[in-house]
């Protein structure tokens, strides 16, 4: 996005009104998009706030499947025959 409008970094964390650390911290995937800065980006350039979210929940899931087989979890057994579903 910065790049297709020809701004800097801090040029556009001005434009929503976010410091340019925390649009940084986002563009460069060391903090996750908050729903506030993803509103104040809909507000600012018109990217919806709800596409914007699920692109990050999409990039959660994404990274957290690539962590499966890290994520240790003994699966529940019933002795009273309990069925989920």
Do not use: C, W
């Not at 995937?29 to 596409?51: C, H, N, Q, W, Y």
């Not at 914007?52 to 019933?78: C, H, P, W």
């Amino acid at each position: 996005m910065i790049e297709a409008l020809n701004l800097t970094v801090t040029e556009a964390a001005t434009v929503p009104g976010v410091t340019r650390p925390a649009l940084s911290a986002v563009l460069n995937e060391r903090a996750r998009l908050s729903p506030e800065i993803a509103l104040r980006v809909e507000k600012a350039f018109g990217v919806s706030m709800d596409t914007l979210m699920r692109m990050q929940n999409s990039y959660d899931i994404a990274k957290t499947r690539m962590r499966a087989g890290e994520i240790k979890v003994s699966s529940f057994e019933s002795a009273g025959g309990f069925s989920a579903g």
